[in-house]
């Protein structure tokens, strides 16, 4: 906002609803660590104008574009984008939640080390089996928890029960309300988008193996514990049923949602929680920007 948008501290300030000293040091900050280069081109321009068109369509808190280029992998730039975002976010007592897959992995990679004793974070949805550790929700949390020395807490069941009774089960142990009630207690949930259609990390895990009808369902996206439709509601079949954590409904009563997502295959999935408004700012490619300011122009 400050360097690409132009905005004053001041106004920076009331927007993020904190002194105007602490965004000087913030940007100061920024600068000393790298977080912020200083360079003018064409693609940063463009990507600027994507931002400001969808956050003023959408009416979001913030948008961020990352430029597309034939040097970084789109995943890898949103990453960085939602790593620098994020640092700006960072504040003592903070309540981070997370969700899972490889752009949230990537997104940590990116943070450097911080001392936040009295922050926390924790997972949104359960956990994944072992041989697919670097996607899971609780080892991300750890590591997002050992980067920022922060508070961690674990999500004890996994992303997706094996039968609809032992989901009941486990929904009404204590052990499960309690990974609930942090979950819902976050002040900033980082969300990563999947798309069942496309290439999703619920397929990659074998958790279903042909998504071939979920179309015909209506299933649009995935995200936390949810499949959705084209109108960011959960899809209840078999699947959803199963599937533990926050819902997609459940991000609304949540202050902050980020959704980090790369690739013009999640233009449909993206679209649905713009329009419910289940986010709150979104980090995105250009590609993916690209595409959803021509949807919204239709």
Avoid at 8 to 15: D, P, R, S, Y
Wanted: charged share 20%.
């Amino acid at each position: 906002m400050y360097y690409q948008e132009g905005w004053t501290q001041a106004e920076i300030a009331k927007k993020m609803q904190i002194s105007r000293p602490m965004i000087s040091k913030i940007l100061q900050a920024a600068r000393e660590k790298g977080i912020v280069r200083i360079y003018l081109d064409d693609e940063t321009a463009h990507s600027t104008e994507l931002a400001r068109k969808i956050e003023t369509r959408f009416q979001l808190q913030d948008v961020i574009v990352a430029p597309s280029n034939d040097v970084v992998d789109p995943k890898q730039a949103v990453a960085e984008a939602a790593a620098g975002y994020l640092l700006t976010q960072l504040r003592p007592q903070l309540k981070i939640g997370l969700t899972w897959g490889t752009t949230l992995a990537a997104v940590i990679n990116e943070i450097p080390f911080q001392n936040y004793p009295d922050m926390q974070v924790c997972p949104l949805v359960g956990g994944v089996s072992s041989e697919h550790l670097y996607y899971d929700t609780n080892h991300l949390t750890f590591r997002l928890a050992e980067r920022l020395q922060a508070d961690c807490h674990y999500f004890y069941a996994p992303a997706l029960a094996e039968s609809q009774i032992l989901a009941d089960t486990l929904r009404s142990s204590q052990m499960l309300q309690r990974a609930m009630k942090a979950a819902k207690s976050v002040d900033l949930a980082l969300i990563g988008l999947g798309n069942p259609l496309a290439n999703s990390t619920w397929q990659t895990l074998g958790y279903w193996q042909d998504p071939s009808d979920f179309a015909d369902k209506g299933i649009v996206g995935d995200v936390a514990a949810s499949l959705f439709d084209k109108n960011g509601q959960t899809v209840n079949n078999e699947i959803s049923q199963r599937m533990l954590g926050l819902k997609v409904e459940e991000l609304t009563e949540i202050p902050q949602v980020v959704v980090v997502a790369s690739g013009k295959n999640k233009a449909d999935s993206l679209w649905p929680l713009l329009v419910a408004q289940r986010c709150t700012t979104i980090v995105i490619d250009e590609a993916l920007a690209e595409e959803i300011v021509k949807k919204a122009g239709r």
